[in-house]
């Protein structure tokens, strides 16, 4: 096997970079600010995105532009996106893989927003997170039964 073209599952989607990105660096934001586990139901797309988290309560609205500046934050400190191949046995400390598909190679692809954020992901993503433009929370809901609160976003891409 090249060592530099690992062979990893099939991804079949076909994202927009800037919001997949950014996706990444919101859901480090949300585990950073509540506590919370990374979302296990997110649709990003190019015009409008939405990702779901289950939360103890529903943030103010305070802390809603917390998020957005934060995000803007990071985008502006213009972090590199690297990727390196690692096996199973091998995981930093700190990386779940509870996401993976249970036909997930051998071999993960892990995506680093600069010291900020690592996950395993096969998707698409910018170089730096400058390329992603500004980001916008266009809406967010709550469902008090499900505990489950969900952002609608939108990426400005430059």
């Not at 509870?98 to 690592?118: F, M, Q």
């Amino acid at each position: 096997m090249n060592e530099s073209q690992p062979i990893l599952n099939d991804h079949n989607k076909d994202e927009f970079p800037p919001a997949h990105t950014a996706e990444h660096l919101l859901n480090q934001t949300m585990v950073r600010m509540f506590g919370c586990e990374r979302s296990k139901n997110a649709h990003i797309e190019r015009k409008k995105s939405k990702i779901n988290w289950t939360l103890d309560a529903c943030p103010s609205a305070d802390q809603v532009t917390e998020i957005e500046n934060k995000l803007n934050e990071l985008i502006q400190q213009d972090l590199p996106v690297t990727y390196e191949f690692v096996t199973r046995d091998t995981i930093p400390e700190g990386v779940k893989l509870d996401k993976l598909p249970e036909n997930a190679s051998e071999t993960l692809r892990l995506v680093r927003i600069g010291d900020y954020d690592v996950c395993p992901c096969i998707g698409t993503h910018v170089a730096s997170t400058k390329e992603i433009g500004k980001f916008i929370i266009n809406s967010t809901s709550w469902n008090d039964e499900k505990k489950s609160w969900r952002i609608v976003f939108k990426v400005e891409a430059k």
